[in-house]
């Protein structure tokens, strides 16, 4: 057996060598360069939202704060956003799943979740990972208590929204010149759901509020039929009916309060669902009349206009509301912190994040910033109230538009 | 609490619990006659349930007109299935028919999930916000209306099993398997029918349930659990044993919701399960085994 010959292209050479050597060094030598190109591009951010399964109606909602959010970014020289979808499935493990795939996928900033459990899931992997997120909408105040670095919500905890909703509902009652004597506690049992009601029973003692509960009844997130709930709180024969519910419950009960033809003097909700878009399209008529005590935007602020006339021409009858507003507001917190960060460096839009003062925004309170914990704790609640099919905001006194309707009118004389 | 309160939820209860048992006799007949337990029951009916949403806004027709020819797709494709793919495993051990049907109770939920997603929808009805008031009484009229169904269609199922010659044919074979063979009846077309006819009932009640809750694909695991339940309570094979379970399950999940917490509804249906498997194993109208 002889040995074949090497061939000469085969051979490693010191020329070849050295060669290579020095192709290596080059392309070392440029990946700042590399570095510094992607920071001048677009933001990628991953948006997380439930826009399939129990509360895809919301999280569709919340979508359109993202869709008509690019040109409202550019018109206010902020950068560029990339943004990359992710669908949580309403579920707490896809949510969980979804945001480690974003990041994986290159998504430098977090936005969402809507829902409190799947936004508690998103802000474990977000500070796992060293990559910022900036909560939309989420009540939970367990999210901005776990010492978190890279966790920021521009949304009122579960008391912060109980506090609000019982001044605001004090405002109501004395406009109104009614106050109910006796109010029956309906409220989903799911993570925002319990933290609201553990909320209630812990500060509405220090607000000295002029009605009482009569009861307080809890049901499953899933429930399919709330019949034996409604018929529940009937029976106590309440004024009025507290609640806090989703947007798929919120017109379960609805039916079942049609049905049993039980209309209470007042509906005050402290959740999503009531004000919904789709809650209006679905019920029509039977829509008008639930106050809604929760996070709201100010009608007197510029930028309130601006969301709306985008709105109007990009989803034309569609209401401005909650969902949309807090969406939006997340995104401009990611492209101002861009701005002012000018990096894409996880920790330098972290910092940026930290010293957000935003006042030209659009929710009620003075504006966007964030605490050491990294929580607005500036922003505040609105009651609003369904009539006509479009919401009206009756407080707090400087974003009222008007003032309320009450008593309810009963379900069985709309016609 | 009035009296009044305890009757509108018992009678809700009742109602619904009909369906419920229209759902669980289909399991209860197929398991009586073909001795092969359906673990995609509940996904059969939800395949019932999306085929109503469907044919509802596609035809702009009432659920109550779509029963029968519901019904009769999924006698067909219960006829077919039997036919086709679990004939072959009758005579295999109880695993493999139990891998089998979980396996196609998996198809179905991804297929329904590919096809519509996981969003919920609904049936509008011209009286999905009627209720029926007799004096303090208030009863929901498509409860009434689904409840009605039920009871016309077990009837007609309980008419077919006893009086025409196929349903005493579908008996014997339940009955004496080697005798009817001996006496030449055609067994396996009886199994089928009979799993056609287990289908048929899935059918009518996927489609009276549209009145009542929402369809989502992610619904069948949980009614596969809940005709388990009613048809071990009722007593497993016995036809009259599936209704009575359907409505006792029904009622104690309302007065439970009424009486302690409506999220704890599901705890007590189990808890029913478990005082009848304690104290009546073979189900309250169950046959006890020599």
Redesign the interface.
């Known amino acids: 057996m002889t040995r074949r010959p090497q061939s000469k292209s085969a051979r490693l050479t010191r020329r070849t060598l050295t060669a290579g050597l020095g192709a290596a060094g080059f392309i070392a030598g440029m990946a700042p360069f590399n570095i510094v190109r992607a920071a001048g591009g677009p933001l990628k951010v991953g948006v997380l939202l439930p826009r399939?399964?129990?509360q895809?109606g919301i999280g569709q909602d919340c979508q359109r704060g993202v869709d008509i959010a690019p040109a409202i970014l550019k018109s206010m020289g902020l950068p560029e956003l990339t943004v990359m979808n992710g669908d949580t499935?309403?579920n707490v493990d896809t949510a969980r799943a979804r945001a480690e795939k974003l990041i994986s996928e290159g998504a430098q900033l977090l936005v969402g979740a809507f829902d409190s459990g799947q936004t508690t899931a998103i802000a474990q992997v977000a500070e796992q990972k060293g990559i910022p997120l900036v909560i939309n909408i989420a009540g939970a105040p367990q999210i901005t208590e776990q010492g978190y670095k890279f966790v920021f919500r521009n949304f009122p905890t579960g008391p912060m929204i109980v506090g609000d909703a019982f001044n605001n509902q004090k405002e109501v009652f004395a406009a109104a010149g009614h106050t109910p004597k006796t109010v029956v506690f309906l409220h989903i049992?799911d993570t925002y759901g319990t933290a609201i009601a553990g909320a209630v029973e812990h500060v509405m003692p220090k607000f000295n509020m002029p009605y009482s509960i009569v009861e307080k009844?809890?049901?499953?997130p899933a429930?399919?039929?709330?019949?034996?709930?409604v018929?529940?709180a009937?029976?106590t024969n309440a004024d009025a009916l507290l609640v806090v519910s989703r947007l798929?419950d919120a017109m379960l009960l609805t039916?079942e309060l049609?049905?049993?033809?039980w209309t209470p003097q007042a509906i005050l909700s402290m959740g999503p669902g009531w004000y919904d878009d789709q809650y209006f399209k679905t019920l029509g008529k039977?829509a008008d009349g639930p106050i809604s005590f929760v996070p709201w935007y100010d009608p007197h602020k510029k930028l309130t206009g601006v969301l709306e006339a985008a709105l109007a021409k990009s989803f034309p009858g569609v209401q401005l509301n909650t969902n949309q507003v807090f969406t939006f507001e997340a995104l401009l917190v990611a492209a101002d912190a861009y701005k002012r960060a000018g990096s894409t460096d996880p920790k330098a839009l972290t910092d940026a994040i930290r010293t957000t003062n935003i006042t030209d925004n659009a929710s009620i309170g003075p504006g966007i910033s964030f605490n050491a914990k990294g929580q607005n704790d500036k922003v505040k609640d609105g009651a609003i109230q369904n009539r006509g099919g479009k919401d009206v905001i009756l407080a707090p006194q400087d974003a009222a538009n008007t003032k309320p309707e009450w008593p309810m009118t009963p379900y069985q004389n709309r016609g | 609490?009035?009296l009044e309160?305890y009757l509108?939820?018992a009678i809700?209860g009742v109602l619904?619990g009909l369906v419920y048992g229209l759902m669980a006799l289909g399991l209860s007949v197929i398991f009586g006659v073909v001795r092969v337990v359906n673990f995609a029951h509940g996904e059969m009916m939800t395949v019932a349930m999306f085929l109503a949403v469907v044919l509802c806004s596609a035809l702009h027709v009432d659920p109550l007109v779509l029963l029968v020819p519901i019904a009769a797709v999924l006698f067909v494709f219960g006829y077919v299935l039997q036919r086709g793919l679990i004939n072959p495993f009758i005579t295999r051990p109880e695993h493999s028919q139990f891998l089998l049907l979980v396996a196609l109770a998996i198809i179905i939920t991804n297929t329904l999930l590919i096809i519509f997603?996981?969003?919920?929808r609904t049936v509008q009805t011209a009286y999905?916000?009627?209720?029926f008031?007799f004096g303090r009484i208030?009863v929901?009229?498509a409860k009434v209306y689904a409840g009605i169904a039920a009871i016309i269609f077990a009837a007609a199922l309980f008419v077919f099993f006893r009086f025409t010659l196929i349903g005493k044919a579908i008996r014997a074979g339940a009955d004496n398997h080697t005798g009817a063979l001996v006496v030449g009846l055609d067994v396996k077309r009886l199994y089928a029918l009979t799993f056609g006819l287990g289908a048929a009932c899935v059918g009518a009640a996927g489609t009276m349930m549209t009145l009542?809750?929402?369809a989502t694909p992610m619904l069948g695991p949980s009614y596969t659990l809940l005709a388990f339940v009613i048809v071990i309570t009722g007593g497993l094979g016995s036809m009259p044993g599936a209704l009575v379970g359907g409505v006792l399950i029904g009622l104690t999940e309302?007065l439970a919701?009424?009486l302690f917490?409506?999220?704890a509804?599901s705890m007590f249906a189990f808890a029913i399960l478990v005082l009848v498997l304690l104290f009546r194993p073979q189900g309250i109208l169950g046959k006890r085994l020599a």
């Open positions: 399939s399964g129990l895809a499935e309403s049992n009844i809890a049901y499953d429930a399919r039929d709330l019949s034996v709930e018929t529940k009937k029976a798929n039916r049609v049905k049993q033809r039977l | 609490m009035p309160v509108n939820v809700g619904t997603g996981p969003d919920a999905g916000f009627d209720s008031q208030i929901d009229a009542l809750v929402d309302a919701g009424l917490t409506p999220s509804k």
